[in-house]
Structures are given as structure tokens and as C-alpha cells.
């Protein structure tokens, strides 16, 4: 497992849990516009929370990304 010390840290927090965000597993809310974790690499093991998902929208047939708030918010869990 990657040890979650060695990456970046960013003075931002995670909308969602309130940890601090690294600058590697980090995405924003295409709903509210704030930042979560989200885990890029999912071959590595990382001590990282995904506080989101990714969604696709069917309008633009595009991935978007939204946090466990705004997806609760609107019942999409």
C-alpha cells in the first residue's frame, strides 16, 4: 500500500470528509464546484477515501464528476 504521506498536500480539505486533499486523488463537483478526494490510481493501493463518483451525462455522453453530498442530495445513491 502507498502511504498517503508521501504525496503533495494541498492547504485545501475534502468537501465531503474534511481531510486534507493531495494533488493527486483530487476532483471537482461538477454540481457544487468544490474539491473531494477521488482515487485516479486504482492499481496502487492508497490509504485515499473515494468522496465521490463519476457519473455519465447523458445529455453530452461525457463523464462527469460529482461528491457523496450533492450525489445523496439528489438521491442518487
Not at 7 to 27: H, I, R, Y
Not at 55 to 63: A, I
Request: hydrophobic share 35%; proline share 3%.
Amino acid at each position: 500500500m502507498v502511504d498517503d504521506k508521501t504525496l503533495d498536500k494541498l492547504e485545501e480539505a475534502c468537501a465531503v470528509c474534511g481531510e486534507p486533499l493531495d494533488t493527486e486523488n483530487v476532483s471537482i463537483c461538477r454540481i457544487c464546484g468544490r474539491r473531494f478526494h477521488m482515487v485516479w490510481n486504482t492499481a496502487r493501493q492508497m490509504d485515499v477515501p473515494n468522496c465521490g463518483r463519476v457519473q455519465v451525462d447523458e445529455m453530452s455522453l461525457g463523464l462527469v464528476f460529482m461528491c457523496d453530498t450533492c450525489c445523496r442530495e439528489r438521491q442518487l445513491y
